[in-house]
């Protein structure tokens, strides 16, 4: 029970799980403001403003530089983590993303033979520069108040 109570109340896991929470929630809510229609899939989705990824890991890395030390090679860890992800969001998923449009048009398209095609590709994969850097802020302004 030590073990349990231990996990959950160590803020750099809690304060990280409840920031992406409430942004895959806000991204819920926003979609619907937008499309006027509710998509669950919005909240376990990738992609959209801000980058919850962005914010998790931007969130951790300000959390452990307030409490360990910026000098510190756990916070060097957590910066380099933190751009790694960041990295990964707005350019190789998103890159993933523009793929899935162009294949989800081929199979759209019913000149040609896609019988194969099992449904549509997801295409909201990554993050635009400005979806990453919005989650980052976020990140850092959440963990350096908490």
Known sequence: M??????????YIFV??????GIQI????????????????????????PSSH???VCSLAALIGKD???????FGMAVILALVVMYDAAGVRRAAGNQAKVLNKIIENPE??????????????????KEVLA????GIVVGALL
């Open 2 to 11: 030590n073990y349990l109570m231990s996990f959950i109340t160590n803020k």
């Open 16 to 21: 990280p799980f409840l920031l992406w929470l």
């Open 26 to 49: 806000f991204k819920v809510i926003w979609d619907y403001a937008k499309e006027k229609k509710f998509n669950i899939k919005r909240f376990m989705g990738a992609g959209g403003m």
């Open 54 to 56: 962005s914010a998790v």
């Open 68 to 74: 360990v030390g910026l000098g510190t090679p756990l």
């Open 112 to 129: 040609l033979n896609v019988s194969a095609a099992q449904g549509k590709l997801v295409e909201g994969l990554g993050h635009q520069p």
């Open 135 to 138: 989650g980052a802020i976020i």
